[in-house]
């Protein structure tokens, strides 16, 4: 046995008074935990004592407070471990911070952390038609979110969060990294448009300073800021420019290294709305003129300086952005790490030499288009399937002998869904939208796809498929980047230019409002059994 000194935080909101320290010695092993401390010193000296606790096996996160100044579970934390971090040999407990204390060691959880949750609407979003058996998800997808489903919701990132002391509204580490969970899940039907309301929030993931306080304080290694990183690079691969620049802030940003060197702040600001003289960015540069002036007047900054930046970035590093952006991006989950067992089991899924032919019955073929222009709000950015198309792939252990081979009824796309826009598509706008694509863009024409090489991508199951695409009378080059399970799931996307197929995007409002002419395709499938 051994003494331990606590020094809890107390607040009673029925007295009336200030929060107050209150202190109490008990005797336990060093290997037991702080929540054992708090509880004998309840149980001896003060019954009063408000503590939230229930499994004492971190599991179900309600024991969360501040110890030592740092968030963590208190069933979690030892009290010689708690003690050696002690300056004083005083093991001070507090409630959580970023969220009102209802009494003592105890926070209302629901008016901000649950409240938050809530709002990235935290349920699987199914697609439709459902299977009539289960869905099948390749393993690394699984694999993929098995990081934030191992959050338990305790609040620890929330309570340490930089941005949430600053602005109360942010949506918090917590709450996206479950909007991850679901965005990285394959069977959700809305990953587009929970990235675009994420981007758009003015509160959203852009808010977020990588301040790195939420990696340290989660006792589950779910990294939320690493999350809210992969939900801004996703948003970037759909191409989702938001109203907050936080997309825009983050491409000047990796451009601004490129050009100099080092950071050259003075540009940040005006290339994060679109350069010197673009029209977004003149109200800003006209709002931070009392600050560069008096950077002037105490010679913290030189004309010079601000307006031309003496380092130039060299050819070494000019190579290392080439050489990484010419490489298909991968990222890896260290999260799960070691051998897994099924691993070779699960393989036996996909024969290599086998032809598979897949259909609507076994997965989409989509097709996403953005609005563009200067009246581009008023429109809809749109997801359409083709309903009627058929898919031959040929698998094998050498690249260079897989094909994938794509034909697809251009007169049999239907809207799927509306994004954006003054008010939501109903059944008329998307009849009326299914009919220009049929009389004026796609012309009922038939589209085929051939794969003609096919190159390993950055991991095993990647692969940059190249072919010709056909549309009508018109045939161009175009790659996919195919991605396959090793349980039998598969995945393609391209990206094409409408024009190079003769097709001119649609507008409107004298071409205020317009289909941008890049559109992304994209083919998810399972493999049925060979």
């Not at 008016?111 to 099948?136: D, F, G, M, N, Q």
């Not at 959203?204 to 300073?209: E, I, K, V």
């Not at 938001?242 to 825009?248: A, E, L, Y």
């Not at 190159?455 to 790659?479: I, K, M, P, W, Y």
Request: charged share 25%; with cysteine; net charge negative.
């Amino acid at each position: 046995m051994a003494k331990f000194r606590l020094r809890l935080r107390r607040f009673d909101p029925e007295s009336g008074g200030a929060p107050y320290w209150d202190e109490h010695t008990v005797e336990l092993e060093p290997h037991r935990s702080v929540l054992e401390a708090i509880l004998q010193a309840k149980g001896r000296f003060d019954g009063s004592i408000g503590i939230r606790c229930s499994c004492r096996a971190a599991i179900c996160g309600s024991c969360g407070v501040r110890i030592n100044g740092q968030p963590g579970l208190a069933c979690h934390t030892h009290l010689d471990a708690a003690l050696a971090r002690s300056p004083d040999k005083v093991i001070v407990v507090e409630p959580m911070g970023n969220m009102p204390v209802i009494k003592d060691l105890i926070v209302d959880m629901d008016a901000v952390h649950w409240k938050k949750v809530r709002s990235v609407t935290p349920w699987l979003i199914a697609k439709e038609p459902v299977p009539e058996r289960e869905y099948l998800v390749d393993r690394e997808a699984m694999v993929d979110v098995t990081q934030t489903m191992a959050c338990i919701q305790c609040g620890a990132c929330v309570s340490d969060c930089l941005a949430m002391e600053v602005d109360a509204d942010f949506t918090g580490p917590a709450a996206l990294a479950k909007a991850y969970r679901f965005v990285g899940d394959p069977r959700d039907d809305e990953h587009y448009e929970r990235l675009n309301y994420l981007a758009e929030d003015p509160d959203g993931m852009y808010t977020c300073t990588h301040c790195f306080k939420c990696v340290d304080a989660c006792p589950k290694d779910v990294n939320p800021m690493g999350q809210i990183m992969r939900l801004r690079r996703l948003a970037g691969d759909h191409q989702i420019e938001d109203r907050n620049n936080g997309s825009r802030h983050e491409h000047a940003f990796v451009n601004n290294i490129r050009r100099n060197g080092l950071l050259h702040e003075a540009d940040l600001l005006p290339d994060s709305y679109g350069g010197k003289f673009h029209p977004r960015a003149v109200p800003e540069l006209l709002s931070s003129l009392p600050v560069v002036m008096r950077g002037l007047l105490r010679r913290k900054i030189t004309p010079t300086k601000a307006l031309l930046h003496p380092h130039k970035a060299s050819k070494e590093l000019r190579a290392i952005f080439d050489e990484i952006e010419s490489e298909p991006r991968y990222e890896l989950n260290l999260y799960v790490s070691g051998d897994d067992k099924d691993n070779e089991q699960a393989t036996v899924a996909i024969s290599h030499g086998a032809i598979y032919t897949l259909g609507p019955a076994d997965g989409t073929l989509a097709v996403r288009t953005k609005r563009a222009g200067a009246a581009a709000k008023a429109g809809h950015d749109l997801l359409l399937h083709v309903t009627r198309w058929e898919a031959s792939v040929e698998l094998a252990e050498d690249p260079a002998k897989v094909r994938l081979d794509l034909t697809a009824d251009a007169s049999s796309l239907r809207v799927r869904k509306g994004t954006g826009g003054m008010q939501p598509l109903d059944a008329d706008d998307k009849q009326n939208i299914q009919q220009t694509i049929d009389d004026e863009v796609l012309l009922r024409r038939r589209i085929e796809f051939h794969s003609t090489a096919v190159r390993r991508g950055a991991r095993d199951s990647q692969l940059s498929v190249e072919g010709e695409l056909t549309l009508g009378e018109t045939t161009n080059a175009v790659a996919f980047d195919l991605t396959l399970g090793t349980s039998g799931g598969l995945s393609a996307r391209a990206v094409l230019t409408q024009s190079n197929w003769g097709i001119e995007p649609y507008t409107a409002l004298f071409g205020a409002l317009k289909v941008a002419d890049d559109v992304v395709v994209e083919l998810k499938a399972s493999l049925p059994a060979s």
